[in-house]
């Protein structure tokens, strides 16, 4: 099958991956309502077409939390991506290394910290989940700064985890042993359990051995989950901010107030995320809140976005909006689900050339000429607002024609 977008990338994972792992990485919470808004809301912004432009020396490097990498896009934390292929972390940190992009390693991942770190020499932030016990929080925070992580990512939208009824149907993080249902589709997909028999390891490899900690990846789902501070507030980012030397980004914001907060209790950046729809259903998407957050930061923090991103036009549309750089979740894990390191390398690609064509299209080469020209970014036209049709009276009345407001119908 040729694969040509990221939704290709996704049939293939749907066909390679058992059901319980695919349903998890692909399905939101509830009605999924607000999985599909950050992919639709994008629609709701059009590009610039600009044309006889020299396009011949084009490129999309950008800086990202004071280091400069290939494109604006890092691979986001994903939880479990160990499951989806063997060594999933340690893979998709290889290829984002191919890549020259950063990627941000999930608590909740099968490989450790520090099998990615020797994997990830440049590049690595560590995302974080507080457990009620802070010591574990104290110890991976350390782990991680031993092994070079210079940026830790607080998540904090997931006090109290969410429910996704595909999970509960197919008993992930809800039970601690198979449903037999589930068991059969285990089987039904011989190439996938060939592959974790001989090589992958079915354990979160950051509490391995840890007192309390069961044994399987089924009842560590189950355990961790029920594990994560549900009392975790904005004192315990001054808390974090007094332990974590390096920079800070407080992952989940989705309003101006929470933007605000995170500021004062010292974060060196935010991402506006609604983590991939998957926790509260019926929030904003990421893309329509993130003008006002990029307008109230003015670059005092580093803003970055994710939820949503499936096509270079979406990563032009966020930082065009003001995000400094996006983050790639299931688009980067269903490359992985479908061939490994292969796959993110294809999703990374894939997205490299949409983002440089539709760049290019717009008569631009560079994303530091897009953040000069952020008016190229345009909502769409709508009856009631009538933004586009005042700036076209102000274009005609600059070069001397009569306003449309006083041409009679
Ligand atoms: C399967 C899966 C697992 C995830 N695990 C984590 C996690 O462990 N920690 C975290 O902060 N976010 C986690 N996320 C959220 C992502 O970091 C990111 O916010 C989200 O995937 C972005 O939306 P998108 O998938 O539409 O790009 C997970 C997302 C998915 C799809």
């Known amino acids: 099958m040729t694969v040509s977008n990221i939704e290709d990338l996704r049939q293939q994972a749907r066909r390679k991956m058992p059901r ?5 990485l692909d399905g939101g919470a509830f009605s999924e309502r607000t999985l599909a808004r950050n992919t639709e809301d994008f629609d709701q912004w059009t590009l610039e077409q600009r044309v006889l432009v020299d396009l011949s020396k084009r490129n999309l490097s950008s800086e990202i939390l004071g280091c400069r990498y290939s494109m604006p896009v890092m691979l986001a934390p994903v939880g479990f991506a160990g499951s989806f292929w063997p060594d999933g972390e340690v893979e998709a940190a290889r290829a984002a290394t191919e890549a020259g992009i950063p990627m941000c390693l999930s608590t909740f991942s099968i490989n450790s910290i520090e099998e990615v770190g020797a ?11 507080v457990f009620k016990d802070r010591e574990l929080a104290s110890e991976l925070i350390q782990r991680a700064w031993k092994v070079g992580v210079t940026t830790l990512f607080l998540t904090a939208d997931t006090n109290v985890s969410s429910v996704r009824e595909r999970d509960t149907r197919n008993g992930f993080r809800t039970s601690s042993s198979l449903k037999f249902g589930t068991l059969v589709d285990l089987l039904s997909h011989p190439a996938w359990c060939i592959r974790m028999g001989l090589h992958g390891r079915l354990m979160l490899g950051n ?17 961790l989950s029920g594990n994560v501070d549900p009392s975790m507030s904005w004192a315990d980012l001054e808390w974090l901010r007094g332990e974590w030397p390096g920079k800070l980004v407080v992952k989940g914001v989705l309003s101006v107030e929470d933007a605000s907060r995170a500021l004062d209790g010292g974060a060196d950046g935010v991402c506006v995320s609604n983590h991939g729809g998957r926790q509260l259903d019926g929030a904003r998407s990421s893309i329509s809140v993130l003008p006002e957050i990029a307008q109230f930061i003015a670059g005092r923090a580093e803003v970055l976005l994710d939820s949503g991103i499936r096509r270079g036009s979406h990563i032009i549309k966020a930082i065009g909006l003001g995000a400094d750089a996006v ?8 490359g992985l689900g479908a061939s490994g390191r292969a796959g993110v390398s294809q999703a990374i690609e894939l997205l490299r050339k949409e983002t440089e064509l ?52």
């Open 20 to 24: 319980m792992f695919f349903d998890y």
């Open 119 to 129: 994997a990830m020499p440049h590049g690595l932030a560590m995302q974080l989940y």
């Open 207 to 223: 509490v391995k051995g840890k007192a309390g900690v069961p044994r399987s990846l089924m009842a560590q789902a189950a355990y």
């Open 327 to 334: 983050l790639l979740g299931r688009a980067y894990a269903y």
């Open 358 to 409: 539709t760049l290019a299209l717009m008569g631009m080469c560079s994303i530091d000429e897009l953040r000069a020209n952020r008016d190229a970014v345009r909502r769409c036209y709508s009856e009631s607002s009538g933004s586009n049709r005042l700036d076209v009276e102000r274009l005609l009345d600059g070069i001397g024609h009569t306003p449309i407001s006083s041409i009679s119908d």
